[in-house]
T-cell receptor
Framework: EDQVTQSPEALRLQEGESSSLNCSYTVSGLRGLFWYRQDPGKGPEFLFTLYSAGEEKEKERLKATLTKKESFLHITAPKPEDSATYLCAVSTGNQFYFGTGTSLTVIP | SQTIHQWPATLVQPVGSPLSLECTVEGTSNPNLYWYRQAAGRGLQLLFYSVGIGQISSEVPQNLSASRPQDRQFILSSKKLLLSDSGFYLC??????????FGSGTRLTVV
């Protein structure tokens, strides 16, 4: 069964405390893996697309990596404004599967 | 640039009342359009998608319907709302590069 699982469900970090969010997937024929950021009461905003194992993308304090089974979103020295829910999604070309997200809280 | 507009942002409706949520896209033609619902603490649930005018596919049989009267307009409707229809509704269009581009969402509370 195709599915996407994100862990942990919630994460609390002190400002400056680096960590990683995980997105594991079991799908047939990965066409792309997407990371989104969602603030409360708003729609998800696109962060990264990864297409193949070994690929990495960076944006400010965020770095996304991809293996054949999972993706990590690394957050380096997070700030309170990084607090949000981070969603990952996987496309097989015909189908799109979303994880349930990781709620990140960064404490000043 | 490509943008997506969704309204209203919040809506409080009594049980049994009708619903109409509208979504429009700018800067693209013949987009694939989607309606998702997001419940608190749960993932995104695909409700409907459309690949063209008048073409609607339903993923989950329920109290809701969708229509696409114009190329860049997608409408989510209900004739009689249920309490279980409460949630956060998102319109989106898709591209291969970005996956989905989402609207700002509508928080629907059925009372």
């Amino acid at each position: 069964e195709d599915q996407v699982t994100q862990s942990p469900e919630a994460l609390r970090l002190q400002e400056g405390e680096s960590s990683s969010l995980n997105c594991s997937y079991t799908v047939s024929g990965l066409r792309g893996l997407f990371w989104y950021r969602q603030d409360p009461g708003k729609g998800p905003e696109f962060l990264f697309t990864l297409y193949s194992a070994g690929e990495e993308k960076e944006k400010e304090r965020l770095k996304a990596t991809l293996t054949k089974k999972e993706s990590f979103l690394h957050i380096t020295a997070p700030k309170p404004e990084d607090s949000a829910t981070y969603l990952c999604a996987v496309s097989t070309g015909n189908q799109f599967y979303f994880g349930t997200g990781t709620s990140l809280t960064v404490i000043p | 640039s490509q943008t997506i507009h969704q309204w209203p942002a919040t809506l409080v409706q009594p049980v049994g009342s009708p619903l109409s949520l509208e979504c429009t896209v700018e800067g693209t033609s013949n987009p694939n359009l989607y309606w998702y619902r997001q419940a608190a603490g749960r993932g995104l649930q695909l409700l409907f998608y459309s690949v063209g005018i008048g073409q609607i596919s339903s993923e989950v049989p329920q109290n809701l319907s969708a229509s696409r009267p114009q190329d860049r307009q997608f409408i989510l409707s209900s004739k009689k709302l249920l309490l279980s229809d409460s949630g956060f509704y998102l319109c989106a269009w898709s591209t291969r590069t970005y996956g989905y581009t989402f609207g700002s969402g509508t928080r629907l509370t059925v009372v």
